[in-house]
């Protein structure tokens, strides 16, 4: 008789009464720490395997212009929020979403948009101060997660998400697979060239989607029709010039204010007619602040999109606003993120 053998009818036949087994206890650590950065401000949480937030602070980024501050304050805050909510021993491993954020190197890779330029290895910074595992990811594939584990993308294989805010960024799934690319670069949609020698992008390039489509680039095209009309318009008395007010005007029946968005809409809808008729997707989900400018927006992109998609895609590709709020997909979506890379410790 093999001895494999012999050890298994030794164990089946030993008595059960009285019997205790010497076996190590095994904890399942049941909570991530999920971070999202952004140009305004920098939000993190604890969440649990269930995506319950379970608690949540944040604090301005812009106050922190030196990288080894921020990182200094942030793990000193991740810290102090897991003391105060069960310690160290819940807490698997950190996820974070950044712009220009690659997953493939842990680096943020020269941000237009963000105080700190060149290349940050924010992984390993945090991963060295917390002594946690981290992980990083582009912040438009980090809403893709939260799309995709909870949003409107939930049950799609193959879908684009669009995040519209100061800086333009996509990401793409196809076959149910997020797509990152060699550098973990895929999906820059904000610096593809839309306008030949056009303005000036944050990048360094010109006539970039973001410099038209970008909250920046909005308040440009509202400023240039203003210098170029004399027409009425309530956005001369904006004490501040921005999407959201310009949105308001709109609002109020502005026709110029109107025309802002028109234009603007027009770019978006040429760009995702590019976009799509390269991918293929299913639906578009728009995300991010000036997602909320709505039909402002959204029907005359509709509009340029449906005239410039490729043939056998029109009226196929749903275009959709997220319904999520955008601070917590993106932190769900870190804490996605964070199950999803290997568990390390110092504490063990």
Not at 99 to 118: F, T
Not at 315 to 331: A, F, Q, T
Request: proline fraction near 3%.
């Amino acid at each position: 008789m093999l001895e494999i053998e012999k050890m298994f009818i030794f164990a089946t036949t030993l008595p059960t009464t009285g019997y205790r087994y010497n076996m190590e206890e095994v904890q399942i650590k049941s909570r991530v720490v999920g971070v999202d950065i952004s140009n305004e401000s920098t939000t993190y949480a604890i969440v649990d395997v269930r995506g319950n937030i379970i608690a949540e602070s944040s604090f301005s980024t812009e106050e922190y212009p030196d990288i080894n501050a921020f990182v200094t304050h942030l793990s000193e805050k991740i810290v102090e929020l897991v003391e105060d909510n069960g310690g160290y021993e819940s807490i698997r491993s950190i996820g974070v979403s950044a712009p220009s954020a690659s997953s493939v190197s842990g680096c943020i890779e020269n941000a237009a948009n963000l105080p700190w330029k060149g290349v940050i290895p924010l992984a390993v910074m945090l991963r060295e101060q917390i002594g946690l595992a981290v992980g990083l990811s582009n912040d438009a594939h980090i809403s893709a997660l939260g799309e995709q584990a909870f949003g409107m993308a939930h049950g799609m294989k193959n879908f684009i998400i669009i995040s519209l805010g100061v800086g333009i960024g996509s990401c793409f799934f196809a076959g149910g697979v997020e797509h990152r690319g060699h550098l973990g670069y895929a999906g820059e949609f904000g610096h593809t060239s839309l306008v030949l020698n056009g303005r000036q992008c944050g990048c360094g390039h010109h006539g970039c989607l973001e410099a038209y489509v970008g909250a920046k680039g909005i308040v440009l095209t509202a400023r240039e029709l203003m210098q170029e009309s004399g027409r009425p318009t309530l956005m001369r008395d904006l004490a501040k010039l921005s999407p959201r007010t310009i949105v308001e005007c709109c609002e109020k029946g502005d026709e110029l204010a109107i025309e802002v968005f028109r234009r603007t809409g027009e770019y978006l809808g040429l760009g995702m007619a590019n976009y799509a008729s390269i991918v293929d997707p299913e639906a578009i989900i728009l995300t991010g602040g000036i997602s909320k400018a709505g039909k402002w927006l959204v029907d005359p992109a509709c509009e340029a999109f449906e005239s410039h998609v490729f043939g056998n895609l029109r009226g196929k590709v749903k275009i959709l606003i997220s319904k999520l709020d955008n601070r917590e997909r993106d932190v769900l979506g870190a804490s996605a993120l964070a199950w999803s890379v290997p568990e390390y410790s110092l504490f063990k």
